[in-house]
């Protein structure tokens, strides 16, 4: 196994939230495979994306460029200290005693235009990466993320 990162933080907009960005910071997710993330409204939708990660990267080049933003309102539900961009669709992360596997990059998603028109563009390599859930377990802050690479 080899060490990646740590995890900086963990966001989940619950079935009750009125607005879904930016993602509201919790303590932990609870991951379910074949459901999603528990409490969260995106779950049991599309399972290939049911967890998104990013590393710092996409806010600093957010701030390079003069937008400052929050954690959350890039839509990821976990925020990494280490930029994931350059895995692999199909690497498989261990964080915990949970297990996610890379299945997609973000799009351009225009709904960023809510913090700067320009902010679609800037994060457009770097947005995010959309996971499904493999294996099920709670993620919290400064849990060592892993892959067998």
């Known amino acids: 196994m080899r060490l990646l990162g740590n995890v900086l933080g963990t966001f989940s907009a619950s079935n009750d939230s009125k607005n879904s960005m930016p993602r ?24 290939d994306k049911t967890v998104m990660i990013l590393g710092m990267n996409s806010y600093l080049k957010a701030k390079e460029n003069g937008i400052s933003l929050e954690f959350g309102s890039l839509g990821e539900n976990i925020i990494f200290d280490f930029e994931p961009h350059s895995l692999e669709v199909g690497t498989i992360l261990h964080i915990g005693t949970c297990e996610i596997e890379i299945t997609e990059k973000c799009t351009i998603c225009n709904h960023l235009t809510i913090f700067d028109k320009k902010l679609p563009k800037i994060v457009k390599d770097c947005r995010g990466l959309y996971c499904k859930i493999l294996k099920d377990g709670t993620i919290k802050r400064d849990l060592e993320v892993y892959t067998k690479e």
């Open 24 to 47: 509201p910071k919790v303590d932990s997710l609870v991951l379910i495979e074949g459901y999603g993330i528990q409490n969260d409204k995106f779950a049991k939708k599309d399972l």
